[in-house]
């Protein structure tokens, strides 16, 4: 089945500690994202990338990295200097359809800072 | 201005009725709109899709009304059901590079 997978679903952390994020696509999409999502914000842009070994800084972008060294992953790092990192994570792939641009969602991972 | 505000945040609708939700953008840089559904603890789905060149667009009981002028966009459930209970949100992409959110909004559909 092709699809995004993100993993874990679940990840707790201790504060002061980095976190790695897992996101896989096998739908050959050249763009993918990761979006954070807060109760009543909706989901907010940290970052995205067009194309291997590019990526480029959202609008919530302080405190993560990302990496891009395969077309088929795209994993996030959430590090200690991201002062609330509890959310709702999720990741995202892209394709050009019918006229405009369709997104594709894993199916999130929700981390809690203990 | 890379915002699209988006209003109600809750809506209450008895099943069979017609529930309306509404967005709002003022750059014109956006050039598709996107409406996702999203349920508890999933990632959002692509519903339906319309390009600002288009009034209106009709997909089953989900249609897009779009006002180029007013910067305005819409979508409309008709035939509201118990499982369409979700979260909607509309989106607008930004040079088919960033995609915005809007904030959501709640859908509950009483039977």
């Known amino acids: 089945d092709g699809g995004i997978t993100q993993s874990p679903k679940y990840l707790f952390r201790k504060e002061g500690q980095n976190v790695t994020l897992s996101c896989e696509q096998n739908?050959?999409?050249?763009?993918m994202y990761w979006y954070r999502q807060d109760p009543g914000q909706g989901l907010r842009l940290i970052y995205y990338?067009?194309?291997?070994?590019?990526?480029q800084k959202g609008d919530i972008a302080e405190g993560y990295s990302v990496s891009r060294e395969k077309k088929e992953s795209f994993p996030l790092t959430v590090t200690s200097a991201q002062k609330n990192p509890t959310a709702f994570y999720l990741c995202a792939s892209t394709t050009y359809v019918r006229g405009g641009t369709e997104a594709f969602f894993g199916q999130g991972t929700r981390l809690t800072v203990v | 201005q890379q915002q699209v505000k988006q209003s109600p945040q809750s809506l209450i609708v008895q099943k069979g009725g017609i529930s309306i939700i509404n967005c709002a953008y003022e750059n014109t840089a956006f050039d598709y709109f996107p409406w996702y559904q999203q349920f508890p603890g999933k990632g959002p789905a692509l519903l339906i899709a319309?390009?600002?060149?288009?009034s209106e667009k009709k997909e089953g009981r989900f249609t897009i009304s779009f006002n180029k002028s007013a910067k305005q966009f819409s979508l409309h459930i008709m035939d509201s059901q118990p499982g369409d209970s979700a979260t909607y949100f509309c989106a607008a992409w930004f040079y088919t590079d960033k995609l915005i959110f809007g904030t959501g909004t709640r859908l509950q559909v009483f039977p």
């Open positions: 319309i390009r600002p060149d288009v």
């Open positions: 990338s067009q194309i291997v070994n590019d990526f």
């Open positions: 739908l050959n999409h050249d763009a």
